[in-house]
């Protein structure tokens, strides 16, 4: 399973920008490498790691767009969950 987590960051990293990423099976990735995720009622995501946080705005589809995955891809890298980083 853990490979399938790995794989769902790698997306978010790939080039060109992806736009076929699940928000829910990223969310499960987020949460299996420590990611704390609470959930808004404005229809957002709190993404909670070590002492940053960043929200995350839930798309009305399934899908993120290229600037949702741009500032994840950002806030990611700060926090220092790459690709290169997870196992």
């Known amino acids: ?9 790698e997306k978010v990293f790939e080039h060109p920008i992806s736009t076929n990423i699940d928000v829910k099976k990223l969310i ?38 290229k600037d949702e995955v741009v500032m994840l891809r950002h806030w990611l890298e700060e926090v220092g969950l790459t690709p290169d980083t997870v196992e």
């Open 28 to 65: 499960s990735a987020l949460e299996h490498y420590g990611v704390e995720v609470e959930l808004t009622k404005k229809h957002k995501a709190k993404l909670f790691y070590k002492e940053s946080e960043f929200v995350l705005p839930l798309p009305h589809g399934d899908h993120l767009t």
């Open 1 to 9: 399973m853990s490979h399938r987590h790995k794989a769902k960051i």
